[in-house]
């Protein structure tokens, strides 16, 4: 069974889902961290070997600070939970986008996370915080110029290990919740190959049978790598 090797999802619809059902929006991205729970262990069941997830962006800094404050307290408070349920389905656990200007407690909870499930080995489980893309490429780029790598040197491995995702193969499968199709700042050099799932159903209401739909249309595809067969 072709099951992907990586997924990568944008856990999008919170807010409209709360909104739909006359909720205030953090209700929203509290019942988004149940489904979580839930596809997590599904997807190390199942066989995928990393699963990425884009939980706050580089840009939900321009949200509320009261729905702010409560996304990164929700994230701080799951990874306690997250800990646990790694240590049950032998997970692994790793946090990327900039750490820096993230609150004290919220990095020392991912870094003890990370501590805690480093020796697992099964599937590597990913959240994105304070992560885009585009400020991805800026780090690894200056990173780059301070170790002074001559510009003849550059090739796309190289490139590779020096963004957050070093180490680890790009995504086969993207899925979209919500309806929207863009990737919104969401692993833009990792994902030039990947194929892509959209669906119109809210990031809470994502369940396991649609994953399972999701990589079933997935092994339907036809990967050409830009080459033709």
């Not at 609150?103 to 992560?131: H, Q």
Request: proline share 3%; hydrophobic share 40%; net charge neutral.
């Amino acid at each position: 069974m072709n099951i992907p090797t990586h997924i990568a999802i944008i856990m999008d619809g919170n807010g409209r889902w709360a909104a739909a059902r006359g909720k205030i929006r953090t209700s929203g991205h509290k019942a988004g961290a149940e489904t979580l729970k839930i596809i997590v262990p599904e997807a190390a069941r199942i066989g995928v070997g990393y699963l990425t997830v884009y939980a706050f962006s580089t840009e939900n800094w321009n949200r509320a600070l009261m729905e702010v404050k409560f996304i990164l307290n929700l994230i701080r408070e799951y990874l306690k939970i997250c800990r646990d349920m790694s240590m049950e389905n032998n997970i692994r656990f790793r946090c990327i986008g900039d750490r820096t200007g993230l609150p004290d407690a919220l990095r020392e909870e991912i870094e003890f996370t990370e501590r805690e499930t480093g020796r697992n080995t099964g599937m590597l489980f990913t959240i994105a915080v304070n992560y885009g893309s585009r400020d991805e490429m800026i780090r690894a780029m200056r990173t780059m110029a301070k170790d002074r790598v001559a510009p003849e040197a550059i090739t796309p491995e190289l490139f590779s290990s020096y963004l957050d995702t070093a180490g680890m193969p790009d995504p086969d499968l993207v899925i979209r919740t919500s309806g929207e199709y863009r990737l919104s700042n969401y692993l833009l050099w990792q994902t030039a190959y990947s194929e892509f799932y959209f669906t119109d159903t809210y990031w809470p209401d994502f369940s396991v049978e649609e994953l399972h739909t999701a990589i079933e249309q997935y092994q339907k595809r036809d990967r050409r790598y830009g080459g033709v067969k």
